[in-house]
């Protein structure tokens, strides 16, 4: 079973960057695929990004292609999500999360507790 902490979650401008990061505990997590979700007051839970557990193979969202990077890293057992360009409607709690189908969210059996990002304009 991996489990998992999200951090670096804050309040910045539109524009601005962000970099978040998950630590992964946890004999599995080298093996498993990685992905980072996101869910807004009202709104349903959402893909933002995900990565195969080599690295070799990422995806994302169309809403935040080309200005999010996701990346691992198994000797350290984290993951990392760099948000760049970031808008207001990228506010959200962003959630860390290990399962076995990129964008649907129960396809995930392991959920970190979440980091908030609030973007102002």
């Known amino acids: 079973q991996v489990q998992l902490v999200e951090s670096g979650g804050g309040l910045v401008q539109a524009g601005d960057s962000l970099r978040l990061s998950c630590a992964a505990s946890?004999?599995?997590?080298?093996?498993?695929?990685m992905g980072w979700f996101r869910q807004a007051p009202g709104k349903e839970r959402e893909f933002v990004a995900a990565i195969s557990w080599s690295g070799a193979r990422t995806y994302y969202a169309d809403s935040v292609k080309g200005r999010f990077t996701i990346s691992r890293d198994n000797a350290k057992n984290t993951v990392t999500l760099q948000m760049n360009s970031l808008k207001r409607e990228d506010t959200a709690v962003y959630y860390c999360?290990?399962?076995?189908?990129?964008?649907?969210?129960?396809?995930?059996?392991?959920w970190g507790q979440g980091t908030q990002v609030t973007v102002s304009s």
């Open positions: 999360a290990a399962g076995n189908v990129y964008n649907d969210p129960s396809a995930y059996d392991c």
């Open positions: 946890g004999r599995t997590f080298s093996r498993r695929l």
